[in-house]
């Protein structure tokens, strides 16, 4: 069961332009919704995260804005440079017992390419 | 990457052979996690570790298990490794709060 549906799977963007990725899930216990950001050939590593008690938080050129009545949360790239080309991934995960390990369910991922 | 490394990096093996796969952090973080990273499927969650000798399944467990005798190493072991199990296994690891750390993947091709 896919608790977490990302869109879409791939984007194609210019430079200077904004690049937005969707995400949806269903579990309203989430509550920790962090975006990856993934290098050919390297791990994932966190780009920007929000928690449901704001609607938005923003780290320079990224965005995060969360809806948390329709269950949703998107990624917005401002000024997309060709360097910001990678596969994006959103996750979700909820508050446990220390035994839960806070586990994070992935959306499938994005194919951003920023064209120059 | 939080000083996690994976070892080997690149293995092909053959079908019904076990095979291992090492994850080592030293950050002294207490929960690690392995995930397996296939196209149209993001990554998924096979096992993970909340302190030494403590595991636990995620989502995509069969087939799999783990160990974790030392905090800084968590292994991986394919019992008898099939081709459904060819992909890009990542391990990853996380002191406290929400931000996990992964390592740089292994790639597994089983013939």
């Known amino acids: 069961q896919q608790q977490v549906k990302q869109s879409p799977q791939s984007l194609i963007v210019q430079k200077g332009g904004i690049s937005i990725i969707n995400c949806a899930y269903e579990n309203t216990a989430f509550d920790y919704f962090p975006w990856y950001q993934q290098f050919p050939g390297k791990g994932p590593a966190l780009l920007i995260a929000i928690r449901p008690d704001v609607s938005e938080k923003k780290e320079g050129r990224f965005t995060i804005s969360f809806n948390k009545s329709a269950k949703q949360f998107s990624l917005h790239i401002m000024d997309s440079q060709p360097g910001d080309s990678a596969t994006y991934f959103c996750?979700?995960?909820?508050?446990?017992?220390?035994?839960?390990?806070?586990?994070?369910?992935f959306g499938e991922g994005t194919q951003l390419t920023v064209n120059p | 990457d939080a000083g996690i490394t994976q070892s080997p990096r690149h293995k092909v093996t053959e079908t019904g052979t076990p095979v291992t796969l090492r994850c080592h952090q030293t950050?002294?973080?207490?929960?690690m996690y392995w995930y397996r990273q296939d196209p149209g499927h993001g990554l998924r969650l096979i096992h993970y570790s909340y302190g030494v000798k403590d595991t636990d399944k995620g989502e995509v467990s069969d087939g799999y298990s783990v160990s974790r005798s030392k905090t800084e190493d968590f292994l991986l072991t394919l019992e008898s490794a099939t081709s459904s199990q060819t992909s890009v296994y990542f391990c990853?690891?996380?002191?406290?709060?929400?931000?996990?750390?992964f390592g740089p993947g292994t790639r597994l091709t089983v013939l």
């Open positions: 990853a690891s996380r002191v406290g709060g929400g931000e996990q750390f």
């Open positions: 996750a979700a995960s909820m508050k446990g017992g220390e035994t839960s390990g806070s586990r994070l369910t």
């Open positions: 950050e002294n973080h207490r929960y």
